[in-house]
């Protein structure tokens, strides 16, 4: 495949407004490129806010599914018998996912540090787990 965007999807009109948004207030923002400054979590805040607007349904169900994940969680103590004790890998709903890569493309949404502080910072979206 010659050309790397061939495999993207071309954004709807939704979604050309939100990201032109986002575009726009992360310039007046002067352009944050992590979640380590206040201007970071502010666009941040953006995107989880237009993220709810536009996306309510997988809102709901994302929503839902954490609840039901941290409701059916197994103890500390059954866990620990098992082979897989302790690994809870970082998971987001696929249209938030791709508004955070398209705004923050060098974050690493699979480091520890930075999925930890989207917990801390947004616990209702991203907790899975009773123990964290």
């Known amino acids: 495949m010659n050309n790397p965007l061939a495999m993207y999807e071309a ?69 620990a018998g098992t082979k897989s004790a302790g690994y809870n890998p970082a998971t987001y709903p696929p249209a938030l996912f791709k508004l955070i890569k398209v705004m923050f493309p060098n974050l690493k949404l699979q480091n520890r540090k930075v999925f930890t502080k989207l917990i801390k910072i947004y616990p209702n979206l991203f907790r899975t787990s009773n123990y964290v």
């Open 11 to 79: 954004p709807n009109d939704k979604e050309l407004i939100t990201i032109t948004f986002l575009d726009k207030l992360a310039k007046k923002l002067n352009n944050p490129q992590d979640l380590t400054t206040p201007n970071g979590l502010k666009l941040m805040d953006a995107i989880i806010g237009a993220w709810q607007i536009h996306c309510k349904q997988e809102v709901k169900d994302w929503i839902h599914d954490r609840q039901l994940d941290l409701e059916n969680e197994k103890s500390l103590h059954y866990l």
